[in-house]
């Protein structure tokens, strides 16, 4: 528990030294060479801000970062706020949001003086959250004050001037006086229990200690305790058995404390053994005897084996890995996961790696504010794709029948009702701190980011961003039956949005002289977003240029992946043709929106971006568009793929399951539902027996495979029961096998898209009916159209006012500029009135 906190210019010192043994330290930005425990970064400067800089250094490990409160703005919502302290004058307290008090763990405030009942009062506006206090008095205060500053709920800052291993003087203040402060004491001696442990938290034995014994050890860095009846004991002094100290801890009431400590020698007990609860058990006991096989185990042992021959150890980590994977019981998994521990710790300890250390990693990693996304290397990817959630068996999971779950509305509780309409959850924050370094790249060095970032992520090698018109014969080579299907789609697609496109005027007399219109015009320049990937969407290009071509917008750029060797795909490129493309970005991911959104030496800015994409295109839109300096729109966030099935008694299973696998094999995240009305059990058996039978026969069945056991089966009682739920879930692509199916669809308040009866796969919408694919997902069909004629289109209004229409409204407007005190707003109003 953090008591005070001591800032420090100084990190190569012994007094430093001593303050990393007893807790946090605040340094100043930029870091120090030597990096502290767990260190308090301090930035002076009001801006401006790196943030990408800043996940860095928490990553690098530094536990807080403290900013001035208008840095502390712009990394709310991106940092987490558990890793975030704000700087603020005392003066400046009322400046604060409920947004910044929110979104940080505490405050470092600046006073003249430490005025108690001051300071509480801050301390309750800042509900839960740590405060600490750096004044600038000087001498520094006394220990009493720092007690009763930590009766308010507050601790101290103190600069390392005003610090000392020495006496503490008028001047500078004993670190361990300040560390002490607030122990106490409830035996007549007046010492402290204390419990000394290993790095890794196993427990050596209790002891006591005074205020001189803790002292010294914070001093010197070794175990020195205070013996009842021969006064004070260094630890190891005549036994050879030292103790270096790790750290010194209070516990939370105050009255007792931790020494961590790494134990040389025999051991901590005067028995020669580790602790005085005898020899500790488990992985620290693996340690010690692989650390001594390591330096004294015979040539025939086992272990030295394993020590002298890397390969051997090397199989058999992978071996005892795949063991585990494999193991289906608590028991087995146990067993499985103790021998792998064994050979990995084997591994570590050939290396001069221990438990200690291991755990530190662990914890740094747990600090990490940025993430990777945490898929498996190529090697493993295979395996681990065909692995469905309820096995760990890959010849069972090829035999494994294909089945969603189900639950039935009449039964469920509200809360299991809402559960299920629930998606996963997108983590919007993270996602967006991940990609915000890529944007800034782009945005900072333009073309020269784009190409090395098109080289890592797309893994193409290439000169040139982009390919602009006339484009090449060569480029656009296909089959004569993709292009007839494409010039059809194209037909289709395009007449149905030109019926869209809205070309006329709105006028409309308010009063007598007053004409109010209004009219659309084209987005003048847009940026297309074309998925790539593990399909090639040439659809998708059709669905986005098609509309605005049709809404007019002078410049439609497309971004698309590039292939391996730097092209793009021929049916991309047909179809840029098609729609009069004015530029093809040979990029994807979220580079591709940043250099769309900011534009770049070559890529042109855009004013709005359109189309679907994963985790980083979505969170590279959002990002953007929140941006004042790009001024870029977005069409709509943007989720996994999802649909909806509606089936009554009517449903061809065969049907039903061919609609539900054509969104399952978009990606293991994609959401499926069947919502089956009143169908008997041995019709939900068929349309199942036709998910696993057709899936199986499938190119994408591993995909398929994890989709479907993550998809569900809603029971209703009806079709209006079940049109309910599908208003509340409000699916991307809702699909209806119903009886007099379109009379349903005057009930559908929220959907993407709705395909009506059996003969109208989702497939053709996503294709070539002609309505458009880009639809809102993960609910937000509740609030968001699909991709429109109109989304390329804003519409502007427009005034004209007579004079006679001016003296019968320029009253009204005088009358309600005056109660809302603007008076030049009543002016222009009345001052043509009298000119009149």
Request: glycine share 6%; proline share 6%; aromatic share 6%.
């Amino acid at each position: 528990m953090t008591r005070f906190l001591p800032l420090v210019d100084e990190v190569e010192s012994e007094l430093f030294a001593a303050l990393n043994r007893i807790g946090p330290v605040i340094v100043s930005s930029p870091l120090p060479n030597v990096l502290p425990n767990h260190p308090y970064l301090l930035f002076h400067q009001t801006s401006p801000l790196d943030v990408d800089q800043v996940i860095a250094y928490l990553d690098a490990g530094v536990e807080k970062v403290i900013l001035p409160l208008n840095l502390a703005k712009e990394v709310i919502g991106i940092i987490p706020e558990d890793r975030i302290l704000v700087l603020l004058d005392v003066a400046n307290v009322s400046a604060v949001s409920d947004k910044v008090r929110n979104g940080v763990s505490g405050v470092l405030l600046k006073t003249p003086e430490i005025d108690l009942d001051m300071i509480s009062s801050i301390s309750k506006f800042f509900t839960n959250s740590a405060i600490h206090v750096l004044s600038d008095s000087s001498p520094p205060p006394s220990t009493f004050t720092v007690r009763a500053l930590l009766g308010t709920g507050a601790n101290l800052v103190l600069p390392s001037s005003q610090l000392t291993l020495s006496a503490t003087s008028s001047t500078q203040l004993n670190i361990a006086d300040l560390f002490l402060a607030p122990i106490t004491s409830d035996r007549p001696d007046g010492l402290f229990p204390t419990v000394v442990c290993t790095e890794s938290g196993h427990s050596l034995g209790l002891v006591y200690s005074s205020i001189e014994s803790v002292r010294e050890s914070i001093a010197t860095g070794k175990g020195v305790y205070q013996s009842r009846k021969h006064g004070l004991w260094r630890k190891g002094e005549t036994s050879g058995s030292t103790q270096d100290v790790v750290s010194i801890r209070l516990d939370c009431d105050a009255d007792s404390l931790e020494f961590k400590v790494v134990q040389h020698g025999s051991g901590f007990c005067h028995l020669a053994q580790q602790s005085c609860f005898g020899d500790v058990p488990g992985l620290p006991a693996l340690e010690n005897v692989l650390r001594s096989r390591f330096e004294t185990a015979s040539a025939g042992s086992y272990t030295k084996r394993l020590f002298d021959d890397p390969e051997l150890l090397r199989s058999k980590i992978m071996e005892e890995a795949d063991e585990l994977c494999r193991a289906q019981t608590k028991e087995e998994a146990a067993f499985e996961a103790a021998d792998l521990i064994y050979f990995a710790l084997t591994k570590c300890v050939s290396l001069g790696v221990g438990i200690a250390d291991i755990e530190k990693s662990l914890d740094k990693k747990a600090r990490r504010v940025t993430r990777r996304p945490g898929n498996a290397k190529p090697q493993w990817s295979t395996s681990s794709q065909k692995a469905p959630a309820s096995s760990s068996s890959a010849p069972a999971d090829a035999d494994a029948p294909i089945r969603m779950r189900s639950s039935d509305l009449s039964t469920i509780s509200r809360e299991e009702r809402a559960a299920l309409l629930r998606r996963p959850v997108l983590k919007s924050d993270e996602m967006i701190a991940k990609v915000k370094p890529i944007v800034s790249e782009v945005r900072q060095r333009g073309d020269t980011a784009l190409l090395e970032l098109t080289a890592k992520f797309d893994k193409a090698q290439m000169s040139s961003t982009c390919i602009f018109p006339p484009y090449s014969k060569s480029s656009m080579e296909l089959s004569a039956d993709i292009k007839d299907a494409i010039d059809k789609a194209y037909a289709n697609i395009k007449k149905f949005h030109a019926a869209q496109s809205d070309g006329s005027t709105l006028k409309v007399e308010t009063m007598p002289g007053v004409v109010c219109s209004r009219f659309a015009r084209p987005i003048a320049r847009v940026g297309l977003y074309i998925p790539g990937g593990t399909a090639i969407l040439p659809s998708t290009a059709l669905m986005l240029g098609i509309p605005a071509q049709v809404a007019g917008c002078k410049e439609i750029v497309f971004a698309t992946p590039p292939r391996p060797d730097g092209s793009i795909t021929p049916e991309v490129m047909y179809v840029a043709q098609l729609v009069g493309a004015s530029a093809v970005l040979k990029a994807g991911g979220a580079q591709a929106v940043a250099a769309m959104a900011y534009g770049t030496e070559t890529v042109p800015k855009v004013d709005k971006v359109f189309g679907p994409g994963n985790q980083w295109v979505t969170a590279a839109k959002m990002l953007v568009q929140n941006d004042t300096d790009a001024l870029v729109s977005i069409d709509m966030p943007a989720g996994p793929s999802e649909v909806l099935v509606i089936a009554d008694h009517t449903a061809n299973p065969a049907f039903v399951a061919a609609d539900l696998l054509s969104q399952a094999e978009h990606g293991v995240d994609s959401q499926v539902v069947l919502v089956a009305v009143n169908l008997p059990e041995d019709h939900l058996n068929a349309i199942e027996n036709e998910v696993d039978k057709q899936a199986r026969a499938l190119p994408r069945v591993d995909i398929m495979r994890q989709s479907v056991a993550k998809s569900i089966i809603v029971r209703a009682s009806s079709v209006e029961e079940a049109i309910a739920f599908s208003n509340d879930y409000a699916p991307e692509h809702l699909i209806m096998h119903l009886e007099d199916a379109g009379q349903q669809v005057k009930l559908i308040d929220n959907a993407g898209s709705v395909f009506v009866g059996p003969y109208t796969p989702e497939s053709c919408g996503d294709y070539a009916s002609g309505t458009n694919h880009t639809l809102p997902t993960n609910g937000y069909a509740r609030q968001f159209s699909g991709v429109n004629t109109l989304s390329f289109q804003k519409h502007i209004t427009s005034q004209e006012i007579t004079s006679d229409g001016l003296k019968v409204l320029g009253p009204v407007v005088a009358t309600l500029a005056d109660c809302e005190g603007l008076g030049a707003h009543a002016n222009a109003v009345r001052i043509r009135l009298r000119a009149m």
